[in-house]
């Protein structure tokens, strides 16, 4: 199972990458250690088609290759420090002409003009709703048929949408040189614009998936394929909390990921009032949703962005924070959160509409590292879980207040250890250890000592005679 980190929302500002400078590498690599140190195995990078074809030439695509080598620079570091990476084709609001970012200039309707509104507000996503420009060039994108005469050059009735595709072989092409690119998230929360729910996820967007992963399989067999549910499915606005997707069935591609969001909108447009113990168990019922429509379909399911706004009050945020956590763990999904971002400022929080989800707070005038100050509630964060297991798993769970952490097991187990992430040692000076002192184990009510401990990897074999396995980790 991984657990991950979208890194660098700060991305979605020039220079598009996850840090401002190369020197900043030097300066805040620190973070990657302590990500790593924090049982984040996996980054999640965004990639941004504004700045790799920044032109479009109507012939053939010509492409900002140096942002391609910048963006391969980091992700062959982080690669290096052991990280699993998922690139993220991300958008939100479509790009800057509608105060967002992700599609170039140049993809804007014929006589669309340029909008935005709720700019620097939680209620920002209204504009997917209510901005008849990002509408109309949404759907055009959709329908790859794009006319906008005043871009230079030209276009008229481009298939902007092919365009796009070729921006995803491209960078699967590069992808497939590094070893540990673990897949390519095709597109962040779709939007139907005006085309109707059932026809866009039935028809529209499985052709669209359809061929980016044939273009992905053009240079690589093992990069695993992320597609997203319409982006509605990620909020927690609908009326039915069934959260029903029609995406088709995975049947030609074992190596398919079901990357949904979850977000409390509600939560987040109030700026956090309204919180009630009920959001407790509506988080565990919605995580296990998403995990059941991703099997259902065939597909792996992965929980690619949630997170908590960190300037709501702290008993708030405390709370909530760890009931996502405790949903992530209940569902058993792969899960990644939303963020980690070093240039968090106390003006500008996040950068992108004013959010303020980074577990790194702004860091201030140090000339290297992070201050211990700058930290928010990474001892929610940082929580055992199952890296890896040798029969199914069936429950986890992990209670911030004892410390104690469960998990169950089924089935005759494979010759090869249940490795389980578990804070025991101070691998970075800034890390919350939950266990300062050690840990003792119980496997099926009994005391169990057969167990080793590689940093803060906890690794053993399960009883080979058994078909059931309870494993309590408590502090000693």
Known sequence: MLRGISFGPSA?????LPFRTKEDWNKFQTAADLLLAGGFTMLRLPFFWSAFEPICNPTHAEYNETYLHDFFYYVRLFEEKGFLILIDLHQDLLGNAFGGNGMPEWVLSEGARRLSFLNDTPLW????????????????????????????????????????????????????????????????????????????????LPAFYAEA??????????????VSPQSDWNVNLRRSKLYDSFLPVATCDDRVVFAYHYYDSLLTALGGRLF?????????AAQRIG????????????LTEFGTRQNWTQSIVRRHMDWQFEAVEQSLVNAAYWNVNLYNTPERRDGFMREDFSLIGPIGNEESGIPNSALRNWDIAVRPYPIAASAEPIHSRFSLRTKQFELVLRGKPLDLPTVIYVPTQNLHSLVPVHYPHGIQMLYNGTPFEGYSLNGNNVSLLLDAEKELHSLSILPR
């Open 213 to 226: 992963i044939r273009r992905i399989r053009n240079h690589s067999q093992t990069i695993y394929a992320f």
């Open 12 to 16: 979605k500002l020039p220079p598009h």
């Open 291 to 302: 995990a059941m429509r991703a099997r259902e379909k065939g597909m792996v399911p992965f």
């Open 125 to 204: 996503g209204a504009n997917y709703e209510f901005n008849r420009p990002l509408r109309k060039t949404f759907t055009e994108f959709w329908n790859n048929d794009l006319t906008n005469r005043s871009a230079n050059p030209p276009l008229e009735h481009f298939k902007v949408r092919d365009r796009f595709l070729d921006t995803i072989e491209r960078i699967a092409q590069e992808a497939a040189t590094c070893e540990r690119v673990l897949g390519i998230e095709i597109f962040n929360e779709p939007h139907p614009a005006r085309l109707k729910d059932r026809k866009f996820e039935e028809e529209i």
């Open 276 to 284: 009630s113990d009920s959001k407790r168990e509506e988080y565990v």
